[in-house]
């Protein structure tokens, strides 16, 4: 009766693997189909440039997919319902619409529904021709999510220049901190076989804007640079082109000793700037459009300018000259040195802040969201706003290293905006993050937003389902840093499984509480890195010795008798004092931080009082517990999706969710049996003691734990 019941409601799913993303096209049916009849009916013949060429099939694709049969081909004004996409340099006829083109910027688009010879018509109108394709995929996302096609006035740019995913794949096809197979370049058999797969994932790409991607891993190799290897860029960035996506690489610094025959790698002696001035040029020569070099310097144990006295900006500068005007260079500020003892929240900007207006107009700073490493939450780098004589782009993790890996469900849409939003107040109120990004707030023209790719050979690219929508937010939010990622959460959800608003509703509810939920069962109330030793998996709270203090878990937490957490004030390491003064003084001041800081910035006693009235130590044993229970809440409610969703997406989401939960209530007893040895107090009423002694989870090891 139940099942009956379940098929009334929506006609059961085909299965399927996720493979198409969120670019499925499935038929719209049913009454919600009528307001689409007239559309889609016919498109205008398109100039057969090869962006335009694959614009065109797109929307032929989606049409045919979604309203069940292919359009015909028929000209603007000739009957109503025609599409006309085109920029006015290749369409006469949008030429002679006199639209509003400044509206569309360099990248963007105008769609809007026109009358061309008293027939009603939709024009997607770009300056560029990628713009076209990125207003197909929106006009196609429309129909889509349901939303009516008639009566449309749309005028979308990005607001970042550099949308750019960043690859941490080696080239063995390994991917450092990857949890979805496989990298997708098969090296071996490039140049001379590309793998269909990179023509779709340019496609996945384009629909988002994302128009960058560097291929191999900041902790890289010169081989990378040498002839063969540039020949295999070459082939991707060939297949990558017309989609409107630019190749960049990571370079090793120590390459003109590597790979250039020479003694050093000094930026400021000749022969080395001699090496990359010929290497820029020899990979021009085979990548016209090539986007720049991405490095690592000086930071875990990668060669640097620093190795030979030299600084970032002679590092940064001497590559920047090298590339000229063809490019960029892209220099992470994600640096911390082994000699050095200070506070590791605190070395980006004591590194890069002085040195603010030294670096060339083609190179930007890449600064992680947060001071340490991309944590479950962390506060905004307080490099943000500090440095407005430089090009500043944001680095966020889509792959989720610190954040239970792909079995986790976690949407990191609200993670993102978080920062985004949060407010350097540098310049007064409003003075936010996304406006550093997007240039707005400094009047900067170079910007760049980089997500560290969470893509993989598995069949449906992330490694799970639901990590597919980090990928989408990040591509939306580099187009517009200010989007809201719960409206972005519904799009996600709506284009990858139903638009049928029983699943929609709970669904986005959940993915906005998930990376809270995550972040109370790993590191509530501030707490930060206390997982496992160098794969990251699970909880590790008691990670001491071996290396660097700055890679174990105690460093972070600081538990004692006394109490927990890093004092980041001026009695401590005095970090805050790198934010501007009213953001340092709140962040120091417990009347004013936020709770979920709170131990980011302060050591205080167990007994200290919250804000809910709980001690300290009830209060992080209670969200450890909130966190399990949260889990538990996400389980239930995807039960309850099977109706809308086929069932194999189905099942695989819910056996993650069922690791979640027992990795949830390990974090949650690992972490309560290691803090209690320091609080000495017993539980809050109504908690469990945790089932094994501190011994036993110390003592587990996961040897193959992926993504190392
Ligand atoms: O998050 C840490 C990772 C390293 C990574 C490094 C970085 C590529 O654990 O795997 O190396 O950051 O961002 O450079």
Redesign the pocket.
């Given at each position: 009766m139940c099942v009956l019941a379940g098929l009334a409601l929506a006609p059961a799913a085909k299965a399927e693997d996720g493979h198409d993303l969120w670019l499925r096209y499935r038929p719209v049916e049913g009454p919600a189909r009528a307001p689409y009849a007239a559309a889609g009916t016919a498109v205008a013949p398109t100039a057969r440039t090869p962006t335009l060429s694959i614009a065109h099939a797109e929307l032929e694709r989606g049409l045919s997919g979604l309203l069940g049969a292919a359009p015909m081909v028929a000209e603007a004004g000739s009957r109503d319902g025609v599409i006309l996409i085109g920029t006015p340099a290749t369409s006469p006829a949008i030429a002679g619409l006199a639209l509003p083109m400044k509206d569309a910027g360099d990248e963007g688009y105008l769609i809007r529904t026109v009358s061309i010879d008293g027939k009603q018509t939709t024009v997607i109108a770009a300056n560029r021709e990628v713009g076209v394709l990125y207003g197909v995929f929106r006009y196609l996302s429309l129909i889509q999510t349901r939303q009516p096609v008639d009566r449309l006035a749309i005028a979308s740019a990005p607001k970042v220049g550099l949308r750019m995913l960043n690859h941490?794949d080696n080239l063995d096809r390994t991917v450092?901190?990857g949890y979805a197979g496989q990298s997708i370049w098969d090296w071996w058999k490039l140049p001379d076989h590309a793998d269909p797969r990179y023509a779709e994932y340019a496609r996945a790409n384009a629909s988002l804007g994302i128009n960058g991607t560097v291929l191999n891993?900041?902790?890289s190799k010169s081989l990378s640079l040498t002839a063969p290897w540039i020949a295999k860029a070459g082939a991707l960035a060939d297949v990558f082109r017309p989609y409107g996506i630019k190749v960049y690489l990571s370079a090793r610094f120590s390459s003109p000793i590597e790979i250039g025959g020479l003694k050093t790698a000094d930026p400021r002696d000749p022969a080395v700037k001699a090496f990359w001035k010929a290497k820029a040029d020899e990979i021009y020569k085979v990548i016209p459009d090539f986007g720049g070099f991405l490095v690592?310097a000086n930071?875990?144990g990668q060669p640097g300018p620093q190795d030979y006295g030299a600084t970032h900006v002679d590092g940064a500068n001497m590559l920047a000259d090298a590339i000229g005007g063809r490019g960029v260079v892209i220099w992470?500020a994600?640096v911390y040195s082994h000699e050095q003892p200070d506070d590791r929240a605190k070395q980006g900007f004591s590194e890069f802040k002085p040195f603010d207006g030294h670096f060339r107009d083609n190179v930007v700073i890449q600064v992680?969201n947060g001071a340490i490493?991309?944590q479950p939450r962390e506060p905004f780098h307080p490099l943000f706003g500090a440095m407005p004589k430089s090009n500043l782009g944001m680095e966020f993790q889509i792959t989720k290293?610190y954040l239970g890996f792909a079995t986790h469900l976690a949407y990191l849409g609200p993670m993102y905006e978080e920062t985004l939003r949060a407010d350097t107040l540098v310049k007064g109120k409003g003075s936010t993050v996304a406006k550093v990004i997007d240039g707005s707030l400094d009047g900067r023209k170079l910007t760049v937003m980089a997500g560290v790719a969470n893509i993989g050979m598995d069949r449906n690219w992330s490694g799970s389902h639901f990590d597919q929508a980090n990928w989408y937010a990040f591509g939306r939010l580099a187009w517009d840093p200010e989007a809201s990622t719960r409206d972005i959460a519904a799009d996600w959800a709506r284009l990858t499984f139903s638009n049928d608003q029983r699943f929609v509703t709970p669904v986005v509810d959940m993915m906005m509480v998930s990376r809270e939920t995550l972040v109370d069962y790993m590191t509530p109330l501030g707490l930060h890195h206390q997982m496992g030793r160098s794969h990251?998996y699970g909880p590790g709270p008691w990670v001491k010795g071996g290396e660097r203090a700055d890679w174990t878990s105690v460093y972070y937490a600081k538990a004692g008798a006394d109490g927990v957490g890093f004092d980041r004030t001026a009695k401590g390491s005095n970090a805050v004092a790198q934010y501007a003064p009213p953001v340092g003084a709140c962040f120091a001041n417990l009347k004013c931080v936020d709770e979920k800081d709170l131990l980011w910035f302060h050591h205080l006693s167990w007994d200290y009082k919250l804000k809910s009235g709980q001690t300290l130590w009830d209060g992080l044993v209670t969200r450890y517990s909130r966190g399990v229970a949260g889990v538990d809440a996400m389980g239930e409610t995807w039960a309850d999706m099977s109706p809308y969703v086929d069932a194999e997406r189905h099942g695989q989401v819910s056996n993650f969710l069922k690791i979640q939960r027992n990795e949830a209530q390990w974090w949650r007893d690992a972490s309560v049996a290691y803090f209690q040895t320091f609080s000495r107090r017993p539980l809050p009423a109504g908690e469990k003691a945790p089932p094994l002694s501190l011994e036993a989870y110390e003592a587990m090891s996961f040897p193959y734990a992926p993504g190392i």
């Open positions: 941490w450092e901190r891993n900041v902790n690592k930071s875990e992470r994600f992680k490493d991309f290293e990251h």
